[in-house]
């Protein structure tokens, strides 16, 4: 019989724990507006969890862990396509990285997924009994009762450490005012961290790219700001976007604007670049294109849509677009 119910009636601690104490052997999915986490268990303990901000993503992940290089990833990605593997078999199979170490990886990825679930304030969780088959996946796995504990204090620290970051849209840039014959002593996490950052990405963007949980994503960036490496700054009003994107859309035409979406990889069925579409034959001004917004947004309600939307949002393949990705965005989350 499956287990359903939402976080705010039901904390996540609880959850784990019966599930622990019945030495459940199954499934659990939890998901919100832009994301889902599926937490594998075996016999009460977690050996699993992926979600779906961080899918596909393993080689990323890797490359910017620094246990693999770009021309590894590359080469690794086009094998895998042409002989139809996983990118983790490839990069065992070709001694890129081994069995071990990528099962040790793919833990520790699975435990940051853990504690990220436990900041979440809503959500919707279903657990299904199932029969897992762990051949070659894990090694092993994590302690419940010891994430329980370690997720309490998490939550009590996260709290203060929000207090410097205004919000998760709020953008990231390097700091303009560090003296050029100045000596930056960072550690490998911070070095790692700052190269993320571009000036248009938000700080839920770095910490998704980054490949850290959460709370060691805002440890990391409380310690930049405090020595003034990264410097914050408030995403643009819908207002400001508004303007923006109707002085970007005003100096493309039609054919442009359909090349781009091409560019972006969305079908042309697809629900979320009709409404692209729409947004762009409406934007004539600030009143119509905010408006144009509103309308298309309430299209938009799969978790299919939502998560190619918040791609768009990452990648920022097509500068000009941005604005209205952004409108879009904030108006089907807001």
């Given at each position: 019989m499956p287990i359903k119910g939402n976080l705010e009636t039901f904390y996540m601690s609880s959850?784990?724990?019966?599930?622990?104490y019945d030495r459940k052997t199954g499934k659990l999915s939890i998901k919100n507006e832009s994301n889902e986490v599926q937490i594998f268990l075996h016999e009460g303990d977690i050996v699993f969890a992926t979600e779906t901000q961080k899918a596909n993503r393993l080689g990323e992940l890797l490359k910017n862990s620094g246990i693999i290089s770009q021309q590894v990833l590359d080469r690794s990605l086009a094998l895998s396509r042409k002989h139809s593997h996983g990118l983790g078999k490839t990069l065992v199979k070709e001694g890129y990285i081994s069995l071990e170490r990528l099962n040790a990886f793919l833990l520790k990825q699975a435990e940051n997924t853990v504690y990220n679930v436990f900041l979440w304030e809503t959500g919707?969780?279903?657990?299904?009994?199932m029969d897992l088959n762990l051949k070659g996946?894990?090694?092993?796995k994590l302690d419940t009762m010891n994430i329980l504990l370690e997720a309490s204090r998490r939550i009590d620290e996260v709290e203060i450490l929000k207090k410097q970051i205004p919000s998760e849209d709020?953008?990231?840039?390097?700091?303009?005012?560090t003296e050029g014959n100045e000596e930056i002593k960072l550690n490998a996490d911070e070095w790692r961290f700052l190269s993320m950052i571009d000036g248009n990405s938000t700080v839920r963007q770095v910490f998704d790219r980054s490949g850290f949980d959460d709370f060691t994503g805002y440890k990391i960036l409380n310690s930049l700001i405090s020595?003034?490496?990264?410097e914050i700054t408030q995403p643009l009003t819908a207002e400001g976007l508004c303007h923006e994107a109707i002085g970007h859309l005003?100096?493309?035409d039609s054919r442009q604007f359909r090349d781009a979406l091409?560019?972006?990889g969305l079908k042309r069925s697809s629900i979320l670049r009709v409404s692209l579409s729409c947004i762009f034959r409406e934007a004539i001004d600030e009143n119509q294109i905010g408006a144009a917004v509103e309308k298309e947004a309430a299209k938009i309600r799969n978790s299919r849509e939502k998560a190619d939307l918040d791609r768009l949002r990452q990648e920022n393949r097509m500068p000009f677009m941005k604005p209205i990705i952004e409108l879009l965005w904030q108006s089907v989350n807001g």
């Open positions: 959850l784990l724990q019966m599930l622990n919707e969780f279903e657990y299904h009994d996946v894990v090694g092993n709020a953008l990231l840039q390097i700091a303009g005012n020595s003034a490496r990264v005003s100096r493309i091409d560019n972006l």
